[in-house]
Structure formats: structure tokens, C-alpha cells
């Protein structure tokens, strides 16, 4: 367009212009079944999207819960594990320390047998043993001394040794022990 052109000519120019994007507009809008189907399948797609967000947050909160029981589960397994470990070196610990400590009283019982128990030991050993000889001879005296006092007072000693008294015909009185009881004739 130049400067010396006519202004009808550009106004119909413009107006041609303007035709054809009126014409152009027309041909690429919708009418209005079309814009209902449109507006109906552009809804349809809003509710598919609504829908598909919710199963997808669905979705998504289930394998966040497993993702934590998982997380939990696997944190009580290296707890245990963690635990037992704790117990197994407490335990080889302690076994240690059991041992050195039975070694130290070893070493302190065979230090005090040296310096104060050998005597005591030796002192107590010769104690028993003249216990131990002075109830044998006891024992063996005793025997002597009860027969030699049963001789000297038998009316004193004959029942609690277990003998009975017996009379004979001049009126004295003796002890007498059964040795071996008197038979008794079959069907008596």
C-alpha cells in the first residue's frame, strides 16, 4: 500500500481482509452440538483425570505404608541384630573377665597357702589325726572299760545289755544272754 492510494480502496481492501478471517473463523469454530460433544468430552476427560489423581494418590499412600512397614521391619531386624551382637561381645566380655579373675584367685589362693595357710593346713591335718586316733582308742577301750564295769555291777548293766535275770535254787540271782533262742517243735 502506498501513500498516494485511494482510502476507498484500502477500506474495501480491509474489509476483504476481514471477510476472509470472518470466513476463516467460521470454518474453525464449532457449532453448537459440536461445543456441547467438545464440553462433554473435555468433563468426561476432567472427571478421568479426577479419577485417575484420587487412584494414583491411592495408589501411592499404599506403597508409602509398605515402604514404612518395610522401613519398620527392617529397622527391628538391624535392632536385633544389633543386639545380639551387643549380648555376643558382653557375653565374650564377661567370659574374659570370668576367666581372669578365677586366674587372680587362683594366684592368690597358692600366695596365701604359701605365707599363712601351709601352717593352719599342716596345724588342722595333725588336729584330725589325733582326733581321728583318739576315737579309735576310744572305741577300743571302751569295749574293755563296759565289760570290766558290767563284771564289777551286773545288777546294774544285765537289762540294758540286753540279758534277762535268772534265780537258781540256793536264792541268788544271775545274769543270763540268750544265744541262740530255743527251737520249737512243728505244730506246736
Known amino acids: 500500500m502506498s501513500v ?21 473463523l467460521q470454518r474453525t469454530s464449532l457449532d453448537r452440538d459440536e461445543a456441547e460433544h467438545l464440553n462433554a ?23 508409602l505404608q509398605l515402604a514404612t512397614a518395610k522401613t519398620h521391619r527392617d529397622a527391628i531386624e538391624a535392632a536385633q541384630g544389633a543386639a545380639r551382637a551387643a549380648i555376643r561381645e558382653s557375653h565374650a566380655e564377661l567370659l574374659q573377665t570370668a576367666k581372669s579373675l578365677s586366674q587372680a584367685a587362683g594366684e592368690a589362693r597358692r600366695e596365701a597357702w604359701r605365707w599363712f595357710g601351709g601352717f593352719w593346713v599342716w596345724l588342722a591335718s595333725i588336729g584330725a589325726a589325733g582326733a581321728l586316733i583318739g576315737a579309735l582308742a576310744v572305741f577300743w577301750l571302751q569295749g ?30 544271775y545274769c543270763i ?12
Not at 479419577?51 to 499404599?62: P, S
Not at 544272754?177 to 506246736?188: W, Y
Open 4 to 24: 498516494n492510494t485511494d482510502p476507498f480502496l484500502v477500506l474495501v481492501d480491509d474489509i476483504g481482509a476481514l471477510r476472509r478471517q470472518i470466513e476463516n
Open 41 to 63: 468430552t473435555i468433563a468426561q476427560s476432567l472427571d478421568n483425570m479426577a479419577q485417575t489423581g484420587k487412584r494414583l494418590e491411592q495408589r501411592l499412600e499404599g506403597q
Open 144 to 173: 574293755r572299760a563296759d565289760a570290766k564295769a558290767f563284771g564289777q555291777h551286773p545288777r546294774i548293766y544285765c537289762l540294758t545289755a540286753g540279758g534277762a535275770f535268772a534265780d537258781q535254787r540256793d536264792g541268788s540271782r
Open 177 to 188: 544272754f540268750m544265744v541262740s533262742p530255743p527251737t520249737q517243735p512243728a505244730g506246736e
